[in-house]
């Protein structure tokens, strides 16, 4: 079973910078795809980026240009850059994994990213 695990947010000025983490267990890391979404009070879940298992990447417009995914598949970790951080981008950011799959099965408990204005 996939596990996913969650960390590096917090609180931080509109601005600012976040780097967020997620460790991988109980699967061949390398052979998924990875992904990050948010959900801001009182809205949908909303897909953020994708990093396939290639390195290529894929990004939502409203982060174009801000974020970075990346993953280090020797740590088993994906990350998502955070930078130029707007009041808009505070949401829960939930880290995701599929394995040969067009939809992402595996799920973290998200991690609270809070930008104050």
């Known amino acids: 079973q996939v596990q996913l695990v969650e960390s590096g947010g917090g609180l931080v000025q509109a601005g600012g910078s976040l780097r967020l983490s997620c460790a991988a267990s109980g699967t061949v890391f390398s052979s998924n795809d990875m992904g990050w979404y948010r959900q801001a009070p009182g809205k949908q879940r909303e897909w953020v980026a994708t990093?396939?298992?290639?390195?290529?990447?894929n990004y939502a417009n409203s982060v174009k240009g801000r974020f970075i995914i990346s993953r280090d598949n020797a740590k088993n970790t994906v990350y998502l850059q955070m930078n130029s951080l707007k009041p808009d981008d505070t949401a829960v950011y939930y880290c995701?994994?599929?394995?040969?799959?067009?939809?992402?099965?595996?799920w973290g408990q998200g991690t609270q990213v809070t930008v104050s204005s």
């Open positions: 990093i396939h298992t290639g390195g290529n990447t």
């Open positions: 995701a994994a599929r394995q040969s799959k067009e939809y992402f099965d595996s």
